[in-house]
C-alpha cells in the first residue's frame, strides 16, 4: 500500500493499523462498536430535537447542550467510520485526508473542552446570581460564549496542523492508531519535528488547563453558595445539575490530559488506543444517557415529543 516518489521519497498515503493487536477480535469490535456509533448519534440527535421542539428547553442551559451534542456527533463521526472500515479491511487515508482529519477532530475536541468549561460557567451564575442572571446569560451573552467556543478549536488547531503540514512523510507509513492522531502521525516524520510538537505541548497545556481551570472554580464557587443554602429540594436540584455536567468532565478531560499534556505515562501504545477511545466514544456515548435518563426536563420533552408523533401517526 506504500507509494513513494522517486523525487522526494515523500508518501502519498497512510495505513490506520487500528487494533491489530487483537486482530481475532475485530468482528466482535466492528459488532460493538457499530452498535455504539449509532447509538451515539440516535442519543445526541434525540438531545438536539428535544431542546429545539420544547419551549420549556430554550434556556442557556440547553442552548449550551445542544451545541455540545451536535460537537459530539461531529467529531465521532470525523473518527469512528474510519475506524470500522479497518475492522472490515485494511484503511488507507491520504496524507492531505489524515491532516484533515486531524484537524476536524482537535478543533472540535478543543471546542468542547471551551464549551464544557461554558456550561460550569452558566451553571455558576444560574447557582449563585439567580436574580441577576436572565441579564448576565441574555441570548447575545449566550451566542457570543458558543461562537467563542466554536472558533477557538478551529483557530487553534490551524496552527498545529500548518506546523504539521511543514513535515516531510518518507516511509514507512503505517499509523499504529485508528484515527491520525498527533503522536503517531509525527513518529513517521523525516523532517524534525520538534517545533510542531513543542507548539502542540504549548497549546495542549492552555486549551486543557484553562478551561479546565476555570471549571474547578465554577464548581468551587456552587458548592459554597450551595452548602449555605438549607438542606432540602433546591441544594439537591442543584447537585443534581451539577452531578450530571461534571461525570461528563471527568472523563473527558481526564483521558485528555494523560494523552496529550502526559503522554510518557502511557507506556503501551495499546493503552493510548484503549485510552483515546474513552474520549472519542465513551463521552459522546455518556453525554445523551446522563443528560436522558437524570434529566427529568429532557426526559419529558422525548416522552412528550413522542406522544405527538404517535397522535399523528393513529390519526
Not at 492508531?177 to 509525527?186: A, T
Not at 438549607?230 to 436540584?237: E, N, S, W, Y
Amino acid at each position: 500500500m506504500e507509494t513513494v516518489t522517486l523525487e522526494n521519497q515523500t508518501i502519498t498515503e497512510f495505513v490506520l493499523l487500528g487494533f491489530h493487536d487483537v486482530a481475532e477480535l475485530r468482528l466482535l469490535f466492528f459488532i460493538v462498536l457499530t452498535v455504539v456509533y449509532v447509538s451515539i448519534v440516535t442519543g445526541n440527535v434525540l438531545i438536539i430535537v428535544a431542546v429545539i421542539s420544547s419551549r420549556r428547553l430554550h434556556t442557556p442551559m440547553y442552548f449550551f447542550l445542544a451545541n455540545l451534542s451536535f460537537l459530539e456527533i461531529l467529531y465521532t463521526s470525523t473518527v469512528m467510520p474510519k475506524m470500522l472500515e479497518g475492522f472490515l479491511q485494511e484503511a488507507a487515508i491520504s496524507v492531505a485526508g489524515c491532516l484533515l482529519q486531524f484537524f476536524i477532530f482537535g478543533s472540535l475536541a478543543t471546542a468542547e473542552c471551551f464549551m464544557l468549561a461554558v456550561m460550569a460557567y452558566d451553571r455558576y451564575l444560574a447557582i449563585c446570581y439567580p436574580l441577576r442572571y436572565p441579564v448576565l446569560m441574555g441570548p447575545r451573552g449566550c451566542l457570543g460564549l458558543v461562537v467563542t467556543a466554536w472558533l477557538s478549536g478551529f483557530m487553534v488547531d490551524g496552527l498545529v496542523v500548518a506546523l504539521m503540514g511543514q513535515l516531510r512523510f518518507c516511509g514507512p507509513n503505517h499509523i499504529d492508531h485508528f484515527y491520525c492522531d498527533f503522536m503517531p502521525l509525527v513518529g513517521l516524520a523525516c523532517s524534525d519535528p520538534s517545533v510542531a510538537q513543542m507548539t502542540t505541548f504549548i497549546l495542549s497545556v492552555v486549551c486543557l488547563t484553562v478551561p479546565f481551570g476555570l471549571i474547578l472554580t465554577s464548581y468551587a464557587r456552587i458548592v459554597v453558595a450551595v452548602l449555605r443554602v438549607p438542606a432540602g429540594a433546591l441544594r439537591q436540584k442543584a447537585f443534581s445539575t451539577c452531578s450530571s455536567h461534571l461525570a461528563v468532565v471527568s472523563t473527558f478531560y481526564g483521558t485528555l490530559m494523560v494523552l496529550y499534556v502526559a503522554p510518557s505515562a502511557i507506556r503501551s501504545q495499546l493503552l493510548s488506543k484503549v485510552f483515546a477511545l474513552l474520549y472519542t466514544v465513551v463521552t459522546p456515548l455518556l453525554n445523551p444517557v446522563i443528560y436522558t435518563l437524570r434529566n427529568k426536563e429532557v426526559h419529558h420533552a422525548l416522552w412528550r415529543l413522542l406522544y405527538v408523533k404517535l397522535t399523528e401517526t393513529l390519526s
